[in-house]
C-alpha cells in the first residue's frame, strides 16, 4: 500500500440533514479547489433520505408519498453519479473532499483515474468489513461492495461520486452499520432488483461493532489506501480558513 505522504482532514459530524451536509460538500469543494484548505475527510449519518442520482430511472421510487410521510423520509434530487439509494442513521456515510487530478480539455478526469478512484473507495470498505471478520468484494459489472450469502451476493456498501471541472471529488460511500433495511424495500436501490441490501448487523447479529468501531476502521483504511495521514479537526476550522 501506499506510505503516507500527506496530510488530509477529518471530520466527524454526527448525524446532518442531507441538505445541509450537501451545502457543506460544496462549500468545502470550493476552498479545496482554491487551495485554502488540504483534502478533508467528512464521516457523518443522515436522517431518513432517498437521493436520486443522475442515472435514476423513473419507477425506481416505490414508496408513496404518503408513507414517506408517515415514516420521516425526504427525497431529494442529488448531482452525484448512480441511481437512487438510501441514507438513514445506522448507516456510515463518508464525503472524501480530494483533489483527484487535472481534467482535461473537455472537463473530464482521465477514465482510468476516475475508475481507479471508485476501485480505491471500495478497497477501503472491503478493508473496514475485513476487521469484523466480513469477505466483502468486488461484483463485476457494479460499484459498491458485496458479500456472499447462502442466497446469493448481497450489497453492504454503496458509492456515488461527483468529480467537478477542477477535479475535486464530492458524495463518496455508505457503509450499512445497524442499518434499518426495510426503508430499501421502498425503492429499486441503485437500480438492482435482483440482488438485496445488507448489513454489518445483519451478518454479524450481536458481534456487530459500533459505530465508532466501524468509523476508527474505516479511517484507518482510508489513510492507509489513499496514502495520507489523517488529522482530527473541526468544521468550523476547515469554513473559516
Not at 484548505?37 to 408519498?65: K, N
Amino acid at each position: 500500500m501506499a506510505q503516507n505522504t500527506s496530510l488530509c482532514n477529518f471530520v466527524q459530524m454526527g448525524q446532518v440533514e442531507y441538505s445541509k451536509a450537501w451545502q457543506i460538500q460544496r462549500n468545502l469543494a470550493d476552498a479545496r479547489a482554491a487551495g485554502r484548505i488540504a483534502d478533508t475527510l467528512l464521516v457523518l449519518e443522515h436522517p431518513h433520505t432517498y437521493t436520486l442520482g443522475r442515472s435514476t430511472q423513473p419507477g425506481h421510487l416505490l414508496m408513496s408519498e404518503e408513507e414517506r410521510a408517515r415514516r420521516g423520509v425526504a427525497v431529494i434530487e442529488v448531482d452525484r453519479g448512480g441511481d437512487i439509494t438510501y441514507h438513514g442513521p445506522g448507516q456510515m456515510v463518508a464525503y472524501p473532499i480530494r483533489y483527484l487530478g487535472k481534467p482535461d480539455l473537455s472537463g473530464r478526469l482521465v477514465k482510468a483515474d476516475y475508475v481507479g478512484y471508485i476501485r480505491n473507495l471500495e478497497e477501503v470498505l472491503i478493508h473496514t468489513v475485513a476487521h469484523f471478520g466480513i469477505r466483502g468484494r468486488r461484483e463485476e459489472g457494479y460499484t459498491g461492495v458485496w458479500v456472499d450469502t447462502p442466497t446469493g451476493p448481497q450489497k453492504i456498501a454503496a458509492i456515488g461520486v461527483r468529480v467537478d471541472a477542477r477535479g475535486i471529488s464530492s458524495h463518496g460511500i455508505a457503509l450499512n452499520v445497524t442499518t434499518d433495511l426495510s426503508f430499501f424495500r421502498g425503492i429499486i436501490p441503485c437500480g438492482i432488483t435482483d440482488k438485496p441490501v445488507t448489513s454489518l448487523e445483519a451478518l454479524l447479529g450481536h458481534a456487530t461493532p459500533s459505530m465508532p468501531q466501524v468509523i476508527e476502521k474505516f479511517a484507518s483504511a482510508f489513510a492507509e489506501i489513499f496514502g495520507c495521514q489523517l488529522a482530527a479537526t473541526t468544521l468550523d476550522k476547515l469554513l473559516t480558513s
